[in-house]
Structure formats: structure tokens, C-alpha cells
């Protein structure tokens, strides 16, 4: 069975701050994938990266990085220099093929509220 | 490009009635995807269609729900007989290929059932 933990429910931050979101996963497949979504107030939930198993590098976009750490099954993701505007819920996905039963359906940790103050 | 949406953004019915929910995915993308999110849990897999067959419906509830999606354009899942669990918001995402790609997904649809 896959799972997505995401610990952390709710974080509040001030405006310039550096935030981690974590990230906790189990699958029984090698194969694998990860993603972040953010979901802002309007409701759809915008993509952010997607990451394989076979890729431990880390990655950084901007003020968005990610650590991915497969001995600690971890995929958590650092906001640099926080602004209101990323005041959001952010979800940790995982997606594997499950022995070849699955064609891409995400398994969903339960979500991170993000508050950046001014 | 114009993004997923979905239709209605909110439905409030009563226990008993039939609701349907309509997605209209990204054009020319074959996967469509429908998920869940019931209140204070996390956002949960319903079924997955590729152009006009369902894929995997491994995630519906149950035969209250019925799901379409006629010529492999835009989805419906209809919910008959509503009843009160059944509320929370209801997402359908779409995605280019198969297998890992990034599933990008509609405003979701909020149901309320009294």
C-alpha cells in the first residue's frame, strides 16, 4: 500500500522567513514518482514538480527547492524568503506503477496550510 | 490554453437527490482523472478514464456513483442517491500521457449534501 504523510498541518510564517514543508512517503515500488501541488485560495490545485526515483538530485526553482531523500523516504520542499503570496495549502503526491495496476492515480498526503504574515 | 474546469463550482442538495458533476479537461488530453476530498481528510483517487473507458475505478465508494465520459471529451459523475457523506469537493484532473505525467487539475467542485 502507498502512503503520504504530510506531519505538519499548519505553519504560520513572517513575510521573509524560510519554510520547510515535509514530506513523507512509503511504497513498495521502485519506480516512482513525487509531486508537490499548491492549492491558493481559489480552489485548483497548481502544479509544481514532479520528481522520479532514480533522480536524487535536489532541485531548485527561484525561491522553490526540494530534497529528495530516498533513505529517509522524504520529499520535502523549502520556500525561500516567504511572501504572502505563497500563502496556500501544499500537498505531497506520490504515484507508482504498483506492479503494473496502476496508471498514474496520486496518492495524496493530507495537506500543509501555509500562512505567510505581512 | 484554456485549463480544466469544472461544473457546477458548488452544488447544495438534499439527502435523497441526484447531483451531477461535469469536467471538462485540458484538450487533447486522452487521461481524466476524478478525485475527492472529503472534509479534514486527504484528497482521494475515485477513477481514471482514458479517452472514453474507464481505466481504473478502483476508488468509487460505491453504485451511487456513476461516472461518464462520452467521447472521450468531457466527464460527468453523477451521484444518485446523494446522501450526507457524500459531500466534500470533487476534482477532476487531466494529464497528457500515461503513467507519472503531471495530472493538472479544475477548480474542483463543492458539494454540499443536507
Known amino acids: 500500500a502507498q502512503k503520504v504523510t504530510q506531519a505538519q498541518t499548519e505553519i504560520s510564517v513572517v513575510e521573509k522567513e524560510d519554510v520547510t514543508l515535509d514530506c513523507v512517503y512509503e511504497?513498495?515500488?521502485?519506480?516512482?514518482?513525487l509531486f508537490w501541488y499548491k492549492q491558493p485560495p481559489s480552489g485548483e490545485l497548481v502544479f509544481l514538480i514532479r520528481?522520479?526515483?532514480?533522480?536524487?538530485q535536489n532541485e531548485i526553482s527561484g525561491r522553490y527547492s526540494w530534497n529528495f531523500q530516498k533513505s529517509t523516504s522524504s520529499f520535502n520542499f523549502t520556500i525561500t524568503a516567504s511572501q504572502v503570496v505563497d500563502s496556500a495549502v501544499y500537498f505531497c503526491a506520490l504515484s507508482s506503477n504498483a506492479g503494473g495496476t496502476s496508471y498514474g492515480k496520486l496518492t495524496f498526503g493530507q495537506g500543509t496550510i501555509l500562512t505567510v504574515h505581512p | 490554453e484554456a485549463g480544466v474546469t469544472q461544473f457546477p463550482s458548488h452544488s447544495v442538495i438534499e439527502k435523497g437527490q441526484t447531483v451531477t458533476l461535469r469536467c471538462d479537461p485540458i484538450s487533447g488530453h486522452d487521461n481524466l482523472y476524478w478525485y475527492r476530498r472529503v472534509m479534514g481528510k486527504e484528497i482521494k483517487f475515485l477513477l481514471h478514464?482514458?479517452?472514453?473507458?474507464?481505466?481504473?475505478e478502483s476508488g468509487m465508494p460505491n453504485n451511487r456513483f456513476l461516472a461518464e465520459r462520452t467521447g472521450g471529451t468531457y466527464s460527468t459523475l453523477k451521484v444518485q442517491p446523494a446522501e450526507l457523506e457524500d459531500s466534500g469537493v470533487y476534482f477532476c484532473?487531466?494529464?497528457?500521457?500515461?503513467?507519472?505525467?503531471?495530472?493538472?487539475f479544475g477548480p474542483g467542485t463543492r458539494l454540499t449534501v443536507t
Open positions: 478514464f482514458v479517452k472514453e473507458s474507464k481505466q481504473d
Open positions: 520528481r522520479n526515483s532514480f533522480d536524487e
Open positions: 511504497t513498495r515500488d521502485t519506480t516512482y514518482y
Open positions: 484532473a487531466s494529464s497528457q500521457g500515461l503513467n507519472f505525467y503531471e495530472q493538472y
